[in-house]
Each structure stands twice: as C-alpha cells, then as structure tokens.
T-cell receptor
Framework: EAGVVQSPRYKIIEKKQPVAFWCNPI?????LYWYLQNLGQGPELLIR????????DSQLPKDRFSAERLKGVDSTLKIQPAELGDSAVYLC??????????????FGEGSRLTVL | GENVEQHPSTLSVQEGDSAVIKCTYS??????FPWYKQELGKGPQLIID?????GEKKDQRIAVTLNKTAKHFSLHITETQPEDSAVYFC??????????????FGKGTTLSVSS
C-alpha cells in the first residue's frame, strides 16, 4: 500500500513569490494534517482536516497561507507571498482515527522550502 | 493548550548501551502518547505508543513508561545499535473535540550510537 505522497520534495523560490505543496494521503484516511518543521525542531500543526472540513486551522497564518482539501482526499497548501522565515519542511500526515480516538499519524517525506 | 517538553536535546551512547529520553506534558486530559523516529530526509515514523490507561508498554528493545500523576513519559531503548541513530520525537494528543484530535510534538532528541 502506498504511503502519504507529497510533492514537490524540494522547492527554491525568491521571497514574495507564491508556492504550493500537494499531498495525497493514504487511501481511506479521513483525517489529514499539515505540519511545519523548522530545522532542529519538532513538527508544529498548521491545519487539520476531517474529510473536506478544516476543523482546526488556528495555527495557520491566514494572511499568507491557505489550504484546501477538495473531495476529502488530496490537499494543497499554498503560501502567497512567501517570506524568508517560511523556509522549512512542510509535512503532510494522514490518520484513520476520528472522533477523539487518536490513531497513528502516517507522515509523508515532506516538502523542503527554501526562500531566498 | 497542550505543551510538550523533551530532554535531552542530544544523546550520545556506545553501541550496546541503553538510551532514555524523557518528556513532560501539561494537559491532564491528553490520553495518547506516541514516539516517532525521524531519519535524515524522511518523515517521522511511529515506533511505539501508549495510551493513558496503561503504565508501560514494550516492543522488543523499545519500551515506553507513562506516569499520569506526574504528567511525564519516557522512551527506553536497550542494546542500542548504530541504526538507532536518528532524531526521536515524543508527542501528546490534544484533548479531542467533536471532530477528532491532533498531536503536539516535543522538540526532538538527536540520538547518536557509536560502534
């Protein structure tokens, strides 16, 4: 069975440019997460989806970040415009746990963003 | 909200020695505590987890202990091997709302096992 797939793996852009990351979760997983991982730090939650609904986006900087999960499967995370401080790894994860029953999170390999 | 503290940030051991990583959490309503291993260039991968109704869990060379009263949990790796070298993260579940929950991660421990 395929794991969580993310693309692109690496992206280098100049500041003020837009960038988008794509995630395909494990088939059948209703819950999808986007996490931000700065160098030498643990993952930090940006947004959580239950099916197509964003149920927790309190940590998403909404002035420049946006996300969508159309049809409750694939998801896209967008940054516009990018700033130097956005350089990090963006991790997508999916889980079959819902309704308070936390299950294992399966992570993709991440998308590493470098903003120049 | 939930806060997870992890110590030490780096840990160096000789092959065959044991390694212990400790974490504390702040919200007594958290009920799920996983440990993840992250190798260079990869996403974190679950190695063991424990729920709040259990005090200890073991899987071969890896064990996790949970003290709910003190709100801390620990990862124990015995007979360490060079392939155990990686970054380890502890996590605690955010108390669930109607739609589910998520994980809050510690800052990580870089474990180096030298042969």
């Amino acid at each position: 069975e395929a794991g969580v797939v993310q693309s692109p793996r690496y992206k280098i852009i100049e500041k003020k440019q837009p960038v988008a990351f794509w995630c395909n979760p494990i088939s059948g997983h209703n819950t999808l997460y986007w996490y931000l991982q700065n160098l030498g730090q643990g993952p930090e939650l940006l947004i959580r989806y239950e099916n197509e609904e964003a149920v927790d986006d309190s940590q998403l900087p909404k002035d420049r970040f946006s996300a969508e999960r159309l049809k409750g499967v694939d998801s896209t995370l967008k940054i516009q415009p990018a700033e130097l401080g956005d350089s990090a790894v963006y991790l997508c994860a999916s889980s079959s746990g819902t309704g308070g029953n936390t299950g294992e999170l399966f992570f993709g390999e991440g998308s590493r963003l470098t903003v120049l | 909200g939930e806060n997870v503290e992890q110590h030490p940030s780096t840990l160096s051991v000789q092959e065959g020695d044991s390694a212990v990583i400790k974490c504390t959490y702040s919200d007594s309503a958290s009920n799920y505590f996983p440990w993840y291993k992250q190798e260079l260039g990869k996403g974190p991968q679950l190695i063991i987890d424990i729920r709040s109704n259990v005090g200890e869990k073991k899987d071969q060379r890896i064990a996790v202990t949970l003290n709910k009263t003190a709100k801390h949990f620990s990862l124990h790796i015995t007979e360490t091997q060079p392939e155990d070298s990686a970054v380890y993260f502890c996590a605690a579940s955010i108390p669930p709302d109607q739609a589910g929950t998520a994980l809050i991660f510690g800052k990580g421990t870089t474990l180096s096992v030298s042969s």
